[in-house]
């Protein structure tokens, strides 16, 4: 059995992955030090693969404790989610961005060859095109300049992979630019479980629906959009755990001679946050309490992705309805109720 290290495998999309590659037989180690998670997603993980995967608490800016884990383990892979992800607080606090999400990639590659591990799949974001001259938006796009600490960290991390392995560091590397990844598992056993109040647009919705905010604001409708609202490719976050399984076969494999590739992983679907809004209406059964305010600072007003490549090469696609995603969504809020939890 293969054995796969994911950094931040019980955050958010990391846990997601886990389930997938324990129901394609990868064994799974997950690295994380609870910065933004719980055990309890171990928990949801082992309800719904029947397996519990091995844990270590720790940070992945300690090199030592990191290197403790590679010689415990031999790996075959890697998956590095774990990362700081608040475009507004890397803002306020850029060094902790820096020293999080830099460090912790450098002590990877830096680990990788000395134990023989052959491939890291690393999770960057579309937030690298900054806002496009059009869309849908493929690979070869330019890269803008970062808005955020915290996009420029996407960026630079592309680019300190891309310089181990022009270097010729003996290792390969797939970079996923996710668009906006939504939604929970069917199970409703694990999910997006945001500290405090949420930044991201799907957790505030189901969260005002639920009634733990009053109400949803919408960041403009004054953009050059059809309704006025910002457009995302929302993408199910199981369809995105996926390409990640197939990423790392790929990888594992040596299906392809290239050291590094990119993918974008996206619907190639536009949709408006207020066309979000009317889709969880539907599926919800209830009408949401929104109100237009000004616009959020940094906001990108459209973006969507053109994922041909990922479709031809990986033979990945993104396959839920939003219908679907925004009820997964819906059912994971729900379920966080009937336990107390939120
Ligand atoms: C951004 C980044 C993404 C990053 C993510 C992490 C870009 C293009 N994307 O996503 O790379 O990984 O943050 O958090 O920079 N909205 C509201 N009301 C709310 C919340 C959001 O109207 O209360 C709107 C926003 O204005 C935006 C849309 O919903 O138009 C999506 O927002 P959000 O979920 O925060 O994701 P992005 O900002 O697109």
């Not at 999309?13 to 064994?27: C, D, N």
């Not at 991201?200 to 919408?218: F, H, K, M, W």
């Not at 004054?222 to 976050?237: A, E, H, K, L, M």
């Not at 590739?261 to 059964?285: A, M, Q, R, W, Y």
Request: charge should be negative; hydrophobic fraction near 40%; charged fraction near 25%.
């Amino acid at each position: 059995m293969k054995k796969i290290l994911v950094t931040g495998g019980t955050g958010y999309i990391g846990s997601h992955t886990v389930v997938e590659l324990q129901q394609a037989g990868y064994e799974v180690v997950i690295v994380d030090d609870l910065s933004n998670s719980s055990t309890d997603v171990l928990d949801g993980i082992t309800r719904i693969t029947g397996e519990r995967p091995i844990f270590e608490k720790l940070d992945c800016v300690d090199l030592e404790a990191l290197k403790g884990v590679f010689e415990k383990h031999q790996f075959d892979g890697i998956i590095h989610f774990a990362a700081s992800k608040a475009v507004g607080e890397s803002v306020q606090k850029p060094l902790l961005y820096y020293r999080n999400n830099l460090v912790s990639l450098i002590n990877l590659l830096e680990l990788m060859p000395t134990h023989g591990v052959k491939g890291i799949v690393f999770s960057s974001s579309c937030t690298v095109y900054g806002e496009p001259n059009v869309n849908p938006i493929d690979e070869s796009a330019p890269i803008k300049p970062a808005e955020s600490p915290y996009g420029n960290t996407k960026q630079i991390n592309e680019e300190i992979i891309q310089d181990f392995v022009h270097s010729g560091a003996p290792i390969k590397s797939i970079i996923l630019r996710y668009f906006n990844p939504i939604g929970a598992h069917p199970s409703a056993e694990i999910g997006e479980l945001p500290i405090g109040v949420p930044q991201n647009l799907v957790p505030y919705i189901t969260q005002t629906a639920i009634g733990i905010r009053e109400q949803l604001s919408v960041f403009g409708d004054d953009y050059n959009t059809p309704d006025g609202s910002c457009i995302r490719d929302f993408i199910n976050v199981v369809d995105l755990a996926k390409a990640h399984v197939v990423a790392i076969d790929r990888m594992l494999t040596d299906k392809s001679d290239e050291a590094i590739e990119i993918f974008n992983l996206g619907t190639g679907v536009g949709l408006s946050v207020l066309e979000l809004i009317k889709v969880f209406e539907k599926v919800s059964g209830k009408p949401l309490n929104y109100k237009i305010v000004g616009r959020r600072e940094g906001d990108i007003e459209q973006i969507w992705a053109q994922p041909d490549k990922a479709n031809k090469v990986l033979g990945w696609k993104a396959e839920a309805t939003v219908e679907e995603t925004m009820a997964s969504a819906w059912k994971w809020q729900q379920r966080l109720k009937e336990k107390g939890i939120m």
